[in-house]
């Protein structure tokens, strides 16, 4: 395996190891507890809303999940590539 190839193989692992982590703290609910841990903490005191808006939870959590995914999606597609070209 040349150098170019070992970085390619590398550089999927490590987006597929990304997206498991990703993906394992989106299905636990963490960045949905950070977004409202932030909103507490950094907004007290200040004449905000008591508790975050519904939609900015929301939209957190899709992001994480679309995040995830796309990891996921181009770590696969690097193995792919990788197995597939030619040596």
């Known amino acids: 395996m040349t150098t170019r190839g070992a970085n390619l193989h590398l550089a999927a692992l490590f987006l597929l190891i990304g997206a498991a982590i990703t993906l ?3 299905l636990l609910g963490a960045p ?3 977004y409202r841990w932030l909103y507490d903490h950094l907004l007290s005191g200040l004449d905000v809303p008591e508790n975050p808006p519904q939609w900015g939870s929301d939209l ?4 994480s999940l679309i995040g995830g995914l796309a990891q996921l999606a181009a ?3 690097l193995l792919a590539y990788d197995r597939l070209r030619p040596a």
């Open 75 to 77: 770590g696969l597609a």
């Open 60 to 63: 957190i959590g899709y992001v």
């Open 32 to 34: 949905e507890h950070l």
């Open 24 to 26: 394992g703290l989106h």
